[in-house]
């Protein structure tokens, strides 16, 4: 069955520095795979998506990810956090077997300290 | 350009009540799902729509849930007799036609059930 794996349950990085948030999928095809960020209370954005091509995508609000089909990985990244970027982060696939809907991580808390 | 409504925004009820709560998509997008996300977990597929016809039930929704969309605009979920194990956030999202694993979310209902 499909799955999506963040293996990561908190991060803490300090402002400034660079991030990498972990995600690991299994499917039996290429998925298409997808960031989104959620703060306290609010529902879901999209940050990023990959759906074939380009494997490294760039995304809203300076972020990035990589997709390593050799690792079965879509990691998040930003070379320089913000205070403002402390949410919750969840890595999301779909499209095996032509299932509509999105399977999700159990999602990365990003802690930043000044 | 609105995004995704849902209404109300938080729910407060009592155990055995009947909650009824509305999302309303992005204009013109075709296909609207719903999930559930229970506290410190992703969100879970529920169901989703295709214009006013419902393609694919998860078996989360039990018997006491039902969700309607029918004129392909608006939806409703419905949840009967309602259980303290129903509390959770309540998200629907939106996708454009030809694009379904764009999903794109409202800010979700958040029902407590004493």
């Known amino acids: 069955a499909q799955s999506v794996t963040q293996p990561d349950i908190h991060i803490t990085v300090s402002e400034g520095a660079s991030l990498e948030l972990r995600c690991n999928y299994s499917y039996g095809a290429t998925p298409y795979l997808f960031w989104y960020v959620q703060s306290p209370g609010q529902g879901l954005q999209l940050l990023l998506k990959?759906?074939?091509?380009?494997?490294l995508v760039q995304g809203i609000k300076g972020f990035e990810a990589e997709f390593k089909r050799s690792q079965s990985s879509f990691n998040l990244r930003k070379p320089s956090v913000h205070w403002s970027d402390a949410a919750e982060y969840f890595c999301a696939g779909g499209g095996d077997f032509g299932n509509e809907k999105l399977t999700f991580g159990t999602g990365t808390r990003l802690t930043i300290i000044p | 350009d609105t995004g995704v409504s849902q209404n109300p925004r938080h729910k407060i009820t009592k155990r055995g009540q009947n909650v009824t709560f509305r999302c309303d998509p992005i204009s013109e997008h075709n296909r609207l799902y719903w999930y559930r996300q229970t506290l410190g977990q992703g969100p879970e597929f529920l169901t989703y729509?295709?214009?006013?016809?419902?393609?694919?039930k998860s078996r989360l929704l039990s018997d006491r849930f039902s969700a309607e969309r029918p004129k392909g605009s608006f939806s409703t979920l419905e949840i009967q007799r309602t259980e303290q194990g129903d509390s959770a956030m309540y998200l629907c999202?939106?996708?454009?036609?030809?694009?379904?694993?764009?999903?794109?979310f409202g800010p979700g209902t958040r029902l407590t059930v004493t």
């Open positions: 990959y759906f074939s091509g380009d494997t």
């Open positions: 729509f295709q214009n006013e016809a419902q393609l694919e």
């Open positions: 999202a939106s996708s454009p036609r030809g694009r379904n694993y764009e999903q794109y």
